[in-house]
């Protein structure tokens, strides 16, 4: 167990830049954060992406499914659109996400979300997973899901990587089932975790990371609790109350 909790900007430093954009992810390094999580999914032509929702309404200047765009039209966005006082920022690629990483604090820790909107998610692992391990990050780069099967597809296809069971309810001893797949950790809602729940993961080996807190008083408490990542909006608040305590 390290010293304190981790503090991940979650899908970059999006309390304060774009959300999953090379601009967030740069800022919350220069910030000095342990890492960040971000969101993989694939375009029509199966180039896996960095963006959340199923579709690009919400981020960007376009419409439509993520999944029915070429990665032409999806690079043609503004993934800044709801900051129209930033410069324009694309969506990125996972490889650009990557060498961002290498070049800048490839000894960090990272956590790739697989959003599973389709039926292709064999095709989104089997599209990521060899950049990924081209990149030699080891066991610095966790990848969760809240779509179990394709952890254990994951688990099957490439063991050595470390796998976050993704919760958002709040159920009963989850490290059960963290356990008996061989999972590195459980990443929780932080409204369900308790003092004994970190308590039992790490009796049982597991790890617990929780999503998203941003309100000091919940960072403090979680950080004391033992929470071994605390993914958040706002990581200056959160690296301020780790380093406080
Ligand atoms: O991985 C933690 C968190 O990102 C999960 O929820 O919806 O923000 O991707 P969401
Ligand atoms: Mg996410």
């Given at each position: 167990m390290q010293n304190r909790s981790l503090i991940l900007a979650h899908r970059g430093w999006s309390g304060r830049y774009p959300e999953n954009t090379l601009l967030a992810?740069?800022?919350?390094?220069?910030?000095?954060?342990?890492?960040?999580?971000?969101?993989?999914?694939?375009?029509?032509?199966?180039?896996?992406?960095?963006?959340?929702?199923?579709?690009v309404n919400r981020t960007t200047n376009g419409s439509g499914r993520v999944s029915e765009k070429s990665l032409e039209e999806l690079r043609s966005l503004n993934a800044a659109h709801v900051w129209p006082h930033l410069p324009a920022q694309p969506i990125p690629?996972?490889?650009?996400?990557?060498?961002?990483?290498?070049?800048?604090?490839?000894?960090?820790?990272?956590?790739i979300e697989v959003k599973v909107y389709n039926e292709d998610w064999r095709e989104v692992i089997d599209r990521f997973m060899p950049t990924l391990l081209h990149q030699s990050f080891g066991e610095r780069v966790l990848i969760s899901s809240f779509y179990h099967p394709c952890l254990y597809?994951?688990?099957?296809q490439f063991?050595?990587?470390?796998?976050?069971?993704?919760?958002?309810?709040?159920?009963?001893?989850?490290?059960?089932?963290?356990?008996?797949?061989?999972?590195?950790?459980?990443?929780?809602?932080?409204?369900?975790i308790t003092k004994k729940l970190v308590d039992d993961c790490h009796e049982a080996g597991v790890k617990v990371c929780a999503w998203t807190v941003d309100d000091a008083n919940n960072?403090?408490?979680?950080?004391?609790?033992?929470?071994?990542?605390?993914?958040?909006?706002?990581?200056?608040?959160?690296l301020q109350t780790v380093r406080d305590l």
């Open positions: 992810f740069n800022e919350s390094l220069t910030l000095g954060v342990d890492g960040f999580e971000f969101d993989v999914q694939l375009s029509a032509d199966q180039v896996p992406v960095i963006l959340h929702d199923p579709t690629l996972l490889g650009e996400v990557l060498n961002l990483i290498a070049q800048r604090n490839p000894s960090g820790f990272y956590n597809y994951l688990r099957d063991p050595n990587t470390p796998v976050g069971l993704l919760y958002e309810e709040n159920v009963k001893n989850p490290w059960r089932d963290a356990m008996a797949m061989g999972a590195y950790s459980v990443n929780m809602d932080y409204h369900f960072l403090r408490t979680l950080a004391q609790w033992g929470v071994d990542v605390l993914i958040s909006n706002h990581p200056d608040i959160a």
